[in-house]
């Protein structure tokens, strides 16, 4: 009869996939399972998701697995790396957790492996370390340690001014230079400075309210206010640049993609003795007016082999805000380059 199987062959089917099918319990005594798991076991259906071929099942401090055994080894390394991070840290966000499950290069897995003390860029109040969290802000640490100048360009959540600033505190705490410098454009992002409320100060300060927040994260509040009434920490637009000459000083100019050419180079002209500068932006978020064209892009591709000058690309796996920022990112990004080419189709 056709399509017929003989009993005895489909018996012998189901005992060689048996064979192939193994089971792993992985204990949880080390950590707080809810931890692990998740809120409304968020964590665990990320897990489920990066590993569909698996049976994953959740008893109270236990995880049991079922599938292949090459599949359940791959996942069984990925929850020994997070059950050891969560040691060390007691915490670990949604985010982390997908970075570490889904992390199948080397750099992406090896970050999250016990770190050397000295990969600590600063401490901050409470004892809150920080450091580089992904694989492309060690190399921007990298790039940094070994150029004076380092442009660092990606999207939005990827840690670059958050490293930079980091990578500032760091070098005034050790006493290599004198003083920060925090620098943005003063652009309207869709918004008019004119119609806010206070003094001109009052009305900047919202544009630079990123980069004191991330001094927050760093520098006690009473040391923060002395070294900002002193001035060894500087907070100011761009423009205040103009003139003048930076030595002994860490500068970052951030959001760096609303600078024209001229501003651009104007700021790269300051740069003085023992001086070291980063330069982040974002070129999918442009906020100048359409008749100005953006200086990154023209600085970044005329300084490209300039000896002392580091370049650095961040994407959307340095994402480090909540885990949808990443898929929001890469939605943007396909849209993006679907208009390009109606654009050109049109044309």
Excluded: C, W
Excluded at 35 to 57: A, R, T, Y
Excluded at 90 to 96: I, V
Excluded at 120 to 126: E, I, R, T
């Amino acid at each position: 009869m056709r399509g017929y199987i003989p009993v005895s062959l489909f018996a012998g089917f189901l005992k060689i996939n048996r064979i192939n099918l193994t089971e792993a319990i992985i204990n949880l005594e080390t950590v707080n399972p809810i931890e692990f798991f998740g809120v409304n076991n968020g964590k665990l259906d990320i897990l489920k998701k990066k590993f569909p071929l698996l049976k994953i099942l959740s008893r109270g401090k236990q995880i049991k697995l079922s599938g292949s055994p090459e599949q359940i080894q791959s996942a069984k390394e990925k929850i020994d790396l997070v059950i050891s991070y969560i040691e060390r840290n007691g915490h670990m966000s949604e985010n982390y957790f997908d970075q570490i499950i889904g992390g199948d290069d080397a750099e992406t897995v090896d970050h999250f492996v016990e770190r050397h003390p000295n990969e600590v860029l600063v401490f901050g109040p409470n004892g809150k370390s920080v450091r580089a969290r992904t694989a492309n802000q060690k190399k921007l640490v990298q790039e940094a340690e070994k150029n004076d100048i380092v442009f660092a360009i990606g999207p939005a959540g990827t840690g670059k001014t958050y490293t930079a600033v980091a990578l500032a505190v760091r070098a005034l705490k050790n006493k290599q230079v004198k003083k920060i410098i925090l620098t943005r454009p003063a652009v309207e992002a869709g918004e008019s400075l004119g119609f806010l409320p206070g003094d001109l100060k009052e009305k900047i300060d919202p544009y630079l309210r990123p980069l004191y927040d991330a001094l927050d994260d760093m520098i006690p509040a009473d040391k923060l206010g002395y070294y900002m009434s002193t001035r060894t920490i500087e907070i100011a637009p761009l423009a205040y640049m103009r003139g003048r000459t930076l030595d002994n000083a860490f500068i970052i100019l951030d959001e760096a993609q609303n600078a024209t050419d001229l501003q651009l180079k104007m700021f790269l002209t300051r740069i003085g003795a023992n001086a070291k500068a980063i330069i982040t932006g974002d070129m999918t978020q442009v906020d100048l007016p359409r008749n100005q064209k953006s200086g990154l892009q023209t600085a970044v591709r005329i300084l490209q082999n300039i000896s002392g000058i580091g370049h650095i690309e961040l994407d959307e796996e340095d994402v480090v805000r909540h885990r949808l920022v990443k898929a929001i990112i890469k939605a943007y990004h396909k849209e993006h380059e679907q208009e390009t080419e109606r654009q050109d189709y049109r044309k």
